[in-house]
C-alpha cells in the first residue's frame, strides 16, 4: 500500500464516523437506546447499516483507530478485527500510513 492509498483509507472510513457521530447525537436526543449506523468500510459506496446500541457504538469509539463495519468488510491491508459479532466486526487500523491518519481525523480527540 502506498501512502495515496493509505490515506484514502483513512479518510474514507473516518468520513463515515462523522456520519455515525451525528447518527448517535440525534439517537441521544431522541431517547434512542439502539440506532442503525453506517458501516465505516474503506469503500466509498458503502452503503450497509448496522444495527447497534449506542453503549456498543461508545465501546468502538473508546479508541480512535477503532470502526464499526459489517462483517466480512475488513480490509486486511489496514486493520485488524478486534472483534466480530454476527454481522458486524470491529477492526482497528494497524498499518502505519492509515493509523495516525484515523487517530488525527478522530473528532474526540480533541
Keep these: 500500500m502506498n501512502s495515496s492509498e493509505g490515506e484514502k483509507i483513512a479518510r474514507n472510513e473516518s468520513l463515515f464516523r462523522e456520519v455515525n ?28 447499516r448496522i444495527d447497534a446500541t449506542l453503549e456498543e457504538y461508545e465501546r468502538v469509539r473508546e479508541d ?10 475488513e480490509d486486511e491491508r489496514a486493520e485488524g478485527v478486534v472483534r466480530a459479532d454476527g454481522d458486524r466486526a470491529v477492526v482497528e487500523k494497524q498499518h502505519p500510513l492509515v493509523e495516525p491518519i484515523v487517530r488525527e481525523l478522530d473528532p474526540r480527540a480533541a
Design 21 to 48: 457521530e451525528r447518527i448517535a447525537e440525534s439517537a441521544e436526543r431522541l431517547a434512542a437506546q439502539e440506532t442503525s449506523f453506517v458501516c465505516e468500510c474503506s469503500d466509498p459506496t458503502c452503503a450497509e
Design 64 to 73: 480512535g483507530a477503532r470502526f464499526l463495519v459489517v462483517n466480512g468488510h
